[in-house]
């Protein structure tokens, strides 16, 4: 079984970065597709990036897709979402996500789609 710890939250002021990290350990960590997810108080948790087991390939939500990366390092078993330009509606529980995949370069954009959850960090920007 995989366990996702993810760490890098924290408070922030607009405009700033934050590097968002999750370990992944396990046996089957490497055939791991991973996400990251986001959710606000009072809201419905999103989709934010995901990328395939091979690292080869990504998707990032078209709303952050100008400031946030999604990457990943095989060797070390973590996916990082490096988040540039940080705004207030940025403020939110993050959660990395993770699941088998069969495919090199599949990709899965729904939270149905994972079924390993990290514990979430929080990320707070404010103004």
């Known amino acids: 079984q995989v366990q996702l710890v993810e760490s890098g939250g924290g408070l922030v002021q607009a405009g700033d970065s934050l590097r968002l990290s999750c370990a992944a350990s396990?046996?089957?960590?490497?055939?791991?597709?991973m996400g990251w997810f986001r959710q606000a108080p009072g809201k419905e948790r999103e989709f934010v990036a995901a990328i395939s087991r091979s690292g080869g390939s990504t998707s990032v939500a078209h709303s952050v897709r100008d400031r946030f990366t999604i990457s990943r390092d095989n060797a070390k078993n973590t996916a990082v979402l490096q988040m540039n330009s940080l705004k207030p509606e940025d403020t939110a529980l993050y959660y990395c996500?993770?699941?088998?995949?069969?495919?090199?370069?599949?990709?899965?954009?729904?939270?149905?789609?994972?079924?390993?959850w990290g514990q979430g960090t929080q990320v707070t920007v404010s103004s």
């Open positions: 396990g046996r089957t960590s490497s055939t791991y597709a």
């Open positions: 996500a993770g699941r088998n995949s069969y495919y090199d370069h599949g990709l899965y954009l729904r939270t149905y789609d994972y079924d390993t």
